[in-house]
């Protein structure tokens, strides 16, 4: 495998990043072929080649050393009944693989397709919504019952398990009447 790394990275050294120029809807992207066009000639130059095969439900990427015959692999999943507004089938499957393929190509040469902006921007957490459950009634009492002969901590454990669910007001009264 020394062949094939020592070639891969000289690759990597020479390849520019490669700008994306493709506009998608709100975004934009390197497509194939200007990925192709940029690292064809310099893979050519270090001795390497690639294929990328559609087998069953995975696109599988081999990257190879000419000469010595070393490969490195990768396989993807292609995604599988998903819909595209707009997009029969068939498009939509050359869609997932174009896209596996771009990302496939890039990670396994370790080329950059942009600017990284992944920590440039501040990170906005959003809400997390929080369901509260109920508890049933009978359920409910039935605990308050057992809990007159226990002692202070099995009471306050039980006291805090019910405050995490959405109480009724009889169970918040039964609560506070467990504090006092």
Known sequence: MKNIYQSLASFQQECPTI???????????ADLPTIFETINPLLAKHGLGFTQLIQGQQIK??????????????????????SLKGMNDFQVFGSACSYIRRYQISAICGIVTDKDTDASGEQQKKPIKVVKQTINEKTFDDYILKLQDE????????????????LTASQRKAINNLKK
């Open 151 to 166: 002692d202070d901590s099995k009471v306050a454990s039980f006291i805090e398990w019910a405050e995490k669910h959405t």
């Open 19 to 29: 700008h994306k120029a493709t506009k998608g809807y709100g975004y934009t992207y």
């Open 61 to 82: 990427t081999i990257l190879f050393h000419c000469e010595s015959g070393e490969t490195i692999e990768s396989v993807a999943d292609i995604p599988q009944d998903v």
